[in-house]
């Protein structure tokens, strides 16, 4: 089988989609390093929308290159001068399919 662009659409589509409405939520898969601009992303994220419940932000993020890397540490690490309590972090999912359904947009800030 041959997926045009990339993109299973028989799959990855807005078909069954479970997105709570109470939050606009954005998403975030990717390794965590320079290039991928994560640290950007949270930064400018935490910014616009300290504390804001109906606006959050999921990361599912992680590098195994780095021993021990979590998540959490790295975003304390940025010193943010702001709240994070509206960025939820994952570091796995059984279902990345289901993670994309729930969620309104997808970003990815690569340098």
């Keep these: 089988m ?3 662009g990339g993109v299973d659409s028989s799959r990855f589509n807005s ?3 479970t997105i709570d409405n109470k939050a606009f939520r954005f ?3 990717g390794k965590v390093e320079n ?3 994560t640290d950007i ?3 400018a994220f935490n910014k616009a929308f300290e504390g804001n419940k109906e606006i959050r932000l999921t990361l599912l993020a992680d590098n ?3 021993k021990g890397f979590d998540i ?3 975003i304390k690490g940025l010193g943010l001068k702001f709240s994070t309590q509206n960025i939820d972090t994952k570091s796995f ?3 990345v399919l289901q993670l994309y359904k729930t969620h309104h947009c997808a970003v990815f800030p690569t340098r």
């Design 2 to 4: 041959v997926v045009p």
């Design 41 to 43: 992303l949270i930064k």
């Design 15 to 17: 078909e069954g989609n």
């Design 93 to 95: 999912v059984p279902d």
């Design 27 to 29: 998403l975030h898969i």
């Design 35 to 37: 290039r991928k601009g």
């Design 64 to 66: 195994p290159h780095i």
């Design 72 to 74: 959490n540490d790295f």
